[in-house]
T-cell receptor, first 115, second 111 residues
Framework: DTGVSQDPRHKITKRGQNVTFRCDPI?????LYWYRQTLGQGPEFLTY????????KSRLLSDRFSAERPKGSFSTLEIQRTEQGDSAMYLC?????????????FGPGTRLTVT | TQLLEQSPQFLSIQEGENLTVYCNSS?????LQWYRQEPGEGPVLLVT?????EVKKLKRLTFQFGDARKDSSLHITAAQPGDTGLYLC???????????FGTGTSLTVIP
């Protein structure tokens, strides 16, 4: 069990640029979650996948954000036309999702800074 | 919208002291998880509580889920510098699919 991995760990971009983050979940986990965390706050739910299907999306996920999990394994989160307010830690988590309790395991996160 | 309020928000104590962190909500959760997060890293799962009134112990950490499954507490006995970090509670909604995180408690244990 290698845990959840995320790439890159840090990303600095200029306002208006597009960025893409990758998450590799624990291999036998069929659920994958994306969260955003700003300094001093708890993580905020963005979206989650059951296998390749995106089942829930938060209102926080504006039309500039898109997430995919094409083969039900790794996932990508893309932010188009980045804004300074997008600066945050983007966290990915995975879980088995078979029966309660649904325990999530987090990756190390991608720290995004928009200048 | 934060459905879970944690208190205190910040806590600085001496090594060896005891402390309690609270996680409160007006909503009922199907389960509740506690995490510890270090700067620049993702949260690490400590425990999951499912049944109202449930108490779980993890070495010096004691977790309790309220009878009505709306609140929880984390008690640390004889705190050590290695306990320093951000403690987060997260409640699972009725479907168990979406999780709502608390505001976090930043703990510093001074040697």
């Amino acid at each position: 069990d290698t845990g959840v991995s995320q790439d890159p760990r840090h990303k600095i971009t200029k306002r208006g640029q597009n960025v893409t983050f990758r998450c590799d979940p624990i291999s036998e986990h069929n659920r994958l979650y994306w969260y955003r965390q700003t300094l001093g706050q708890g993580p905020e739910f963005l979206t989650y996948f059951q296998n390749e299907a995106q089942l829930e999306k938060s209102r926080l996920l504006s039309d500039r954000f898109s997430a995919e999990r094409p083969k039900g394994s790794f996932s990508t989160l893309e932010i188009q036309r980045t804004e300074q307010g997008d600066s945050a830690m983007y966290l990915c988590a995975s879980s088995r999702g078979r029966s309660p309790p649904n325990e999530q395991y987090f990756g190390p996160g991608t720290r995004l800074t928009v200048t | 919208t934060q459905l879970l309020e944690q208190s205190p928000q910040f806590l600085s104590i001496q090594e060896g002291e005891n402390l309690t962190v609270y996680c409160n909500s007006s909503s009922v959760f199907s389960s509740l998880q506690w995490y510890r997060q270090e700067p620049g890293e993702g949260p690490v799962l400590l425990v999951t509580v499912v049944t109202g009134g449930e108490v779980k112990k993890l070495k010096r950490l004691t977790f309790q889920f309220g009878d009505a499954r709306k609140d929880s507490s984390l008690h640390i006995t004889a705190a050590q510098p290695g306990d320093t970090g951000l403690y987060l509670c997260a409640g699972a909604g009725s479907t168990g699919n979406q999780f709502y995180f608390g505001t976090g408690t930043s703990l510093t244990v001074i040697p």
